[in-house]
């Protein structure tokens, strides 16, 4: 069945069954691999995108429950400026290792800071608890995310 | 730096055609010299530029090309491998871009290892000295190519971030200006590596060089790789290991949008779709009856059995101190205790996959491993192919923890692909990789310790049952029924023992695969001693720290991490009601940690760790910043395993499927980890696994800290923890 749906700007139509899980629609059928999977179950967070701004796992929305939402992916969560506060403070932070979660959690944290401009260590922990790191960088990714907020309570 | 090539040369034709002689000579068990030598004058120019070895590659353009011997799973090796290079190379990080070693036993082999592989928390020590002898022997040549240009002594030139300088006059070179005539001279013979006080970015906080793609979806792992064509598949091997199909309905399944194919092999059956939605409903709608075989009645309690009858029998000895036996019998208190450690999953974040595409005699293999070699040697095997006609692409991996170093995927993908017509991505799914997994051994103990009047260790002795992953793995290094592995932890212990007898009995669980998983023979050996010496303190009742220090007096870098991580952490702080803290120490993988944990036992019996402080002697470091990264990982890898790591069998099958019964810990669990590094100006010391093995027993021992009672199995059970 066909389905046309906006992703990053982008309309992109593409034929699968109408129950087909967005992420394999990203990843096999349009080739964004920037969003990966991780346990198929919305169990891990690895599959992370947004829909119209909420974060939402992909591995479990299927492509004919979209409709006329927005999907971002990582590979556009850059031109948003909590995506981009993220994305940067990711990098000063040094939170990556395999990586391999990375996406997801940045899906999160900017979905996150996009609509909590001060998140507290409570709030880190429910915006984020659903998303897995195998290599343990949860240090690292709190740190990140008050240091994204940080700078943007200084660039105003 | 730009990470632009995700895959590999798939065999190095690039050196080999152009004729080069290895080198790489193995004496004593390290590299002598980790270089190539041209063959023939000028071979080793060419339009690729100055080839000196097997690890760099310069252009005319000036472009530092580093082939990286070891993988990049997260442990930041594709940072600190290149640090080693540009510190002798003398061209700075932002210059050089990485490239994946191709499978090459002799040019990218593990000195110390024996086999390519990256493994045992050991690619820094490997490379330690040959790559700074790589990066120097090539400054040396463009030294001299400058200098013989310049008809001046080479020693009056100097390099500096990828130029060679000529001070009194000024005049300098850029390397590229320089390989035409570098490649024409010889490798020089000696080369003289800085000293320490010269180091200008060994021991400095190097950014990584990997990490700008893993922050915009731009990397590209095995399981992204997509050649033209790609069909998807997955599978379902048997639920039972050693267990084979009977039948196969897939009339349901043929009919199922996107599916193309259906794979039927002995042991498992594949589902090929156009996208792996459509492969796992493929999957789901098939009906497969299985012929399990002899393990379907195989329960964890019959290995754990197994393993309780094999303790009381003898075994080879790993080490022997003095006389146990007559210390034991003499020894005014005598304390024993048996302790189990589980089957473990390695539940990397990117699920198993391997893309295969088989074709006219020929074999294309596009994954993340550790170890390339094996992959390329097993894949021809299961492809019935020479070795030269498998190309294998590497990648960077989504979480390793040993179980990429195993092949078994990659075979399993090459039996599927040669039913097909064109390249296919096999992807595990989650429940597919943990049930299908190869597990870290099931081991136990039976340890014993007489103390003399003042409570001291008279007498130690441990015999422990399990299996041994080298001696499947690594033949050749398993010796007398013993290997480095399984015993590293429980022999050779930090503290001074007069008497100590250890013996280890191989026994391989019937019905579930085993495999190295991050600190392995350590994960096991230093819960047991680390607890032990615990359960010691507490029999002599004195303080864990005080026991431990009493015992270190020949051991000045023990006792200063010990001493290190009980200041930091406050030790003897009074803590909340229901909280306690615990100590561990260790010396694995070549380097010494000491842990504090500090947890809180709630009255669900659930326990919760708040803080965990490290104090670490790894020798030299070379990248601060990722020794402290990788012992926040490695504790949260050990929390995890304390708090939940188990794999349990039931009617053959493994019980845990997805991450809602095989739990890893989430970020409100996660402790505040806190590194201290004591300075050190030994060789460097392994990183990845240390903070892993010691966290778990510091836990344990906090838990006993605040309850009064010893875990002596893991994971720890929170019932037994009820207020």
Redesign the interface.
Known sequence: MGFTININGTPRSVD??G???L???L???L???????????A??G?CTVHLDGSAIRSCITAIDSIGDSKVT???A??ATSAGELI?KA??DR?V????????GQ?MSATALLATNPHPTDAD???A???????????????EAIKVAAQTRVKEG | MIFDRTTSHSSDTRLSRRGFLVSAAMTGGSLVIGLTLPVEEGSAAGAEGFVPNAFIRIGHDSEVVLTMPYVE????TYTSIPMLIAEELEVDLKQVRLEHAPPNEKLYVNPLLGVQATGNSNAIRGAWKPLREAGAAARLMLIEAAATRWGLEAKSCHAEAGEVIHGPSGRRLSYGALVADAARLQLPTNVVLKSPAEFKLIGTPA??L????????????G??A?PTGVK?ATLAQSPVFGGRVKSVDDSAAKL???VRQIVRLDDAVAVVA?????A??GLEALRIEWDEGANAALATEDVARELEQAILRAGPVAQNIGDAGQAMANAVTRIAANYHVPFLAH?????MNCTVHVRGGECEIWLGTQAIARVQALAAKAAGLPIEKVIVHNH??????GRRLEADGAVRAVQIARQIDGPVKV?W??EEDIQHDMYRPYWVDRIEAGLDEAGRPVAWTNRFAGSSVIARYLPPAFNNGLDPDTTEGAIDLVYALPNLHVEYVRVEPPGIPTAFWRSVGPSHNVFVTESFIDELAAAAKQDPVAYRRALLHHNPRAKAVLDLAAEKAGWGATLPKGWGRGIALQNVFGSLLAQVAEVEITRDGSVRVHRVVCAMDCGTVVNP?TVQ?QL??????GV?AALYGEITLKNGRVQQA???NYQ?????E?P??EVHLVKSAEPPGGMGEAGTSGIVPAIANAVFAATGKRLRKMPIDPHSLKA
């Open positions: 699968v069954d129950d087909t899980p992420l394999w629609v990843r096999d059928v080739g964004m691999t920037g969003t990966k999977f991780g346990c198929g179950q169990l891990c690895a992916t990582i590979e969560i850059g994305q990711w990098l040094e990556a290792q395999c990586g391999y979660c990375q996406s940045i880190i922990d429910d984020m608890s659903g998303n897995i790191c195998r290599c343990g960088t949860y240090v690292r990714i709190r | 799973m997260g442990q930041g950014k990584r990997d990490a700008a793609g893993k922050v915009n979806g731009s990397v590209v792992y399981i992204d997509r998807i199922l949008n996107g156009d996208h792996m939605g459509a796992k409903k539940a990397a974040m990117e699920p960077l991996i989504g979480g390793g923890f992807v799914t989650r910043d990264a926040q990982s490695g504790v949260m890898f995890t997805n991450f809602d890893v810990l989430r970020i409100n996660a505040a980890v």
